[in-house]
Nanobody, 115 residues
Framework: QVQLVESGGGLVQPGGSLRLSCAAS????????MGWYRQAPGKQRELVAI???????NYADSVKGRFTISRDNAKNTAYLQMNSLKPEDTAVYYC?????????WGQGTQVTVSS
């Protein structure tokens, strides 16, 4: 089985920073891409950032310049560094992995930006 373990969410004041981690484990191989999505109450899940195996990245316009996605291929781990956080970044953040045999989602981690 494949497991995704997310960590790093929490409560932060506007302008603050958080770093999310997503570690994939189990019978997983040939990871093509790892990404972060988020879902705010009453809204659809949306892509935040994605990184391919070769290192190319793509970001939602709303987070460009503030968020940085990275990955450690040896550890099957992806990171999302979030700076200059805004209240509108408040959401449950989900990790997603696209690999040779399909796609998997993490359980989600809550990020709340509030003063």
């Amino acid at each position: 089985q494949v497991q995704l373990v997310e960590s790093g969410g929490g409560l932060v004041q506007p302008g603050g920073s958080l770093r999310l981690s997503c570690a994939a484990s189990g019978r997983i191989f040939s990871i093509n891409a790892m990404g972060w999505y988020r879902q705010a109450p009453g809204k659809q899940r949306e892509l935040v950032a994605i990184i391919a195996s070769g290192g190319s990245t793509n970001y939602a316009d709303s987070v460009k310049g503030r968020f940085t996605i990275s990955r450690d291929n040896a550890k099957n781990t992806a990171y999302l560094q979030m700076n200059s956080l805004k209240p509108e970044d408040t959401a449950v953040y989900y990790c997603n992995v696209l690999w040779a045999l399909g796609t998997h989602w993490g359980q989600g981690t809550q990020v709340t930006v509030s003063s």
